[in-house]
């Protein structure tokens, strides 16, 4: 068992290891002015930064990713709630078919249907513009929605409803003053999956995306095929700027809710059932 232990901490450690040894020679060679044969380069600079952000027209590419994320986290969230509230509560035949309908963007790899919605995108005239991009990135964004409130809203009683119909609440009132709050934190749950999905969309919005209506993730691939062209030091550091504003998105809605929210309310029910 001890040895066991051993090795899998042997296998974390090592791959953890690799993975920041890689984010830091990336981040060095971002400020680095020349580094050819030795530990450490020979001086540092930001220049490297500025230049991508001219070479590449970040502000641009930012502007569309912001664009394409705050969009695809609102329809995943209109659609997808009411979606999950319905195959929560309601009961009927092929119940399970159309759940799995729902869930297949989410187990069949994007380039699979990503080709075919792309060709036609292309036929309608969507391709390379931001309603065919934001439209391709909602298809798996979607059912994340549908696959995390459906076993969050199954946790609220449904006797909630009665109790208020009985004191004289509508609808509306049920929804906004007993439901909505119950809610709300499988919701950011929810789009915070649907933000760092579309964040990090590539086939689907590289089939879609057109030159005006690149991600960020995108660019940043042209920019890799640009060596040779452009300073590898340029294209590390428009890497470093999409790694940083990925990780700052992430930790704004993590203030908001934890990940593990949703398995320990799930584990919380079954203890309790």
């Not at 691939?221 to 590390?236: H, K, L």
């Not at 998105?249 to 320990?264: E, G, K």
Request: charged residues 10%.
């Amino acid at each position: 068992m001890r040895l066991y232990r051993l090795l899998v901490w042997s296998v974390m450690v090592f791959f953890l290891l690799n993975v920041l040894l890689m984010i830091a020679t990336v981040a060095m060679n971002s400020v680095a002015t020349r580094w050819f044969g030795t530990p450490l380069p020979q001086s540092f600079t930001l220049h490297w930064y500025a230049q991508a952000w001219e070479d590449f027209q970040l502000a641009a590419v930012l502007r569309v990713t912001v664009e394409v994320v705050g969009a695809v986290v609102l329809l995943s969230i209109v659609f997808g709630v009411p979606a999950a509230y319905a195959l929560a509560r309601v009961q009927f035949p092929g119940k399970r078919f159309v759940l799995l309908i729902f869930l297949l963007p989410l187990m069949v790899p994007p380039v699979t249907y990503g080709i075919p919605m792309a060709t036609a995108m292309y036929r309608c005239g969507l391709a390379g513009t931001l309603a065919g991009v934001i439209l391709a990135n909602w298809v798996p964004s979607l059912p994340f929605v549908i696959l995390v409130m459906t076993p969050f809203i199954e946790q609220i009683d449904p006797n909630l409803e009665s109790a208020a119909r009985i004191f004289g609440a509508n609808t509306f009132r049920y929804f906004r003053h007993v439901l909505l709050p119950l809610l709300v934190p499988g919701m950011l749950a929810a789009g915070l999956l649907v933000l760092v999905r579309t964040i990090g969309m590539f086939e689907l919005t590289f089939f879609t995306a057109g030159p005006g209506t690149q991600t960020l993730v995108v660019a940043l691939y042209y920019a890799v095929f640009s060596t040779g062209v452009r300073a590898s030091q340029s294209i590390d550091a428009m890497a470093m700027i999409y790694m940083g504003i990925t990780l700052v998105w992430v930790l704004i809605a993590l203030q908001f809710v934890s990940p593990t929210q949703l398995v320990s309310r799930v584990k919380e029910q079954r203890h309790d059932g």
